[in-house]
């Protein structure tokens, strides 16, 4: 005889299987364990110090769901298939960037997220739609990109005085003392910047080679203006050579610290120009302004 | 090189399609139809179509393309090629190459029968960011086409010396990301020439040792296709569009009766044949290039607006038999079907 079932005991049985159901296959992880749950929840998340107050705000109410192991997880993050969405992306974006572990990323790693995070901000692209679904707030304002790229700013102008903090020292300090110094010209004890050696000419013009010369040359115009004498130059002087608008106009002058700029990402330093490639680590960029400097 | 500049003549996308009836295949073979209408700025990718150890190509959508299908008698297999979707480029050329890369996907996706591989020859990034490879990534998972070949441009290699482009497109390769396959008895080789030299791009000599190599086990009657980013004959020396020491590799290829070469880099389709070998360039997904010569310096070219897709484009090759012509068939992104 089958089993007669009150409304009220379907009632209870369907919303078993409605959630039970669920709540059982979040505990498979098909796109990877982001351990959503695995540590209490944060009323503030704490991200390392070694990022500047204002940009850390940012980060941490924008940013940090997805980059960092301090997930702020909603409730229906404990039902399959929301679940698995969610640690889809989060496993993705920590791979990327995790912000809890900014401080063991070498100098390098950490010059090239910040010229990744400048971009992602400047473009609009972060945080990502689906996120933004859900998160409203979350939407990049004015000031917060002003925050995130002041930071970003202000971190790779102390990677290039490093850089030329290290070719000056290594006349004065011994290497062995180097690294503390380093860290009060760098600014971020924290984090472990690579020790630049000084910068050189020959090591720069391997560099250019493997860098540059998709687009220019020393001695002709290619893609991009010829090089030779750059150095000590004023931006846009080549005659005939189809500049963009915005560098035709910035009247800068090709030295250490506008070449570094420039070449750490040029629409950063002046908006709207041609130039789309960047040399992300200091090292390199010092020892092909070296070269530049040189070739005349 | 006069061979090369007939192709620069090229009317208007609509004129094409109207001079199309009359111009059918010409006495070489190629199908000058489907390619003038990339060259009138139209670029994807190409369909190929190999038959009996010869390929054949065409471009996707164009009326003229679709009624002489080659899928017809005799194909035994075809393939697409893509290049240079430049994925994080955002200048006025192209404020949207993911969209147009994701346009040629779809395009590929219509292609009618299946097209067993699909090539990309370069250039899948603008600068090598991870994110932009994760992009890149993610629109080419949506191809229907799941056995995918790819070899690197300067713009995915020149920023790190390959190391992400090898993590995330090249594993498996050797050296710099260079490696061959056989597939349906037609030898493949996939080459990096992208370390540029003057602008000019170089294989090297590893590289070349390497290929030679490769190419000593096979009999001369192995159909032989080979691609890579910058193209392996001299295009346009002027402007860097040639492969310094290309010549050395295309000797190896001397002896093989047929030997199909696609390039990409130069963003717009040029052919030629020489003896055995046939020379072919695809269009950009992402944006046109002047035609060489026509413009100070190569660069991305702005186009009006509403053209765009016009000059963005896919190949279509088929692989047909021995005596049939060689069909290269590019198609634009806007073209219907």
Known sequence: MPMRLTRGERAAAVLLIVLGVPLLLANVHPFGNAQLFAAPRMQQVQLPQSIPVGARSVLAADCADCHSSVTRTPAYGRFAPVSWLLERDIVEARQHLNLSIWDSYDADKQQELLAEIAQQARAGHMPPPQYLLVHRGARLKQEDVAALLGWVHSAQAAASTATAAVDTLDSVVPPAQQKSVMHLVSGSPQSQPAQLLPPDATRGADLFNRRCTGCHSLTSNHEGPRLGGVYGRPSASIAGFPYSAPLTAAHITWNEQTLDKWLTDPDAFISGVNMDFRVPKPQERADIIAYLKQAQ | MSKLHETNDAPTAVETKKGAAQQDQHKDGIDRRGFLSCMAWAGTGLVWT??????????????????????????????????????????????????????????????????????????????????????????????????????????????????????????????????????????????????????????????????????????????????????????????????????????????????????GHIHQTVQKVEGNVSFHTACSTAFPQPAPGSAPSAGPMAVPAGKLRSVLGVTEVKYMGRKSPLAIVDSSLESTT
């Not at chain 2, 996706?109 to 991870?130: E, F, K, M, W, Y």
């Open chain 2, 50 to 263: 190999m038959a009996g150890g010869v390929p054949t190509s065409r471009v996707f959508g164009t009326a003229s393309a679709e009624a002489q299908t080659p899928h017809a008698a005799g194909a035994d297999f075809s393939f697409v090629q893509i290049s240079d979707s430049h994925i994080g480029f955002n200048k006025a050329a192209n404020p949207d190459v993911a969209g147009t890369l994701q346009a040629a996907i779809d395009k590929i996706n219509a292609v009618p029968g299946s097209p067993d591989l699909l090539l990309h020859t370069g250039d899948i990034t603008q600068t090598a960011r991870a994110s932009e490879f994760d992009t890149a990534a993610q629109i080419l998972k949506g191809s229907r086409i799941k056995d995918i070949h790819y070899v690197p441009g300067e713009h995915d290699t020149a920023t790190d010396d390959a190391a992400l482009y090898l993590e995330r497109f090249g594993k498996g390769t050797r050296g710099l990301g260079w490696y061959s396959f056989t597939h349906r008895g037609v030898h493949f080789v996939g080459l990096n020439n992208s370390r540029q030299v003057d602008a000019m791009g170089t294989l090297g000599a590893e590289q070349l040792a390497w290929l030679k190599q490769d190419l000593a086990a096979l009999t001369p009657s192995t159909p032989i296709v080979v691609f890579a980013h910058i193209p392996l004959w001299m295009v346009y020396p002027e402007w860097g569009w040639g492969t310094s020491d290309g010549e050395q590799a295309l000797g190896y290829l001397k002896r093989f009766g047929s030997v199909t070469v696609l390039n």
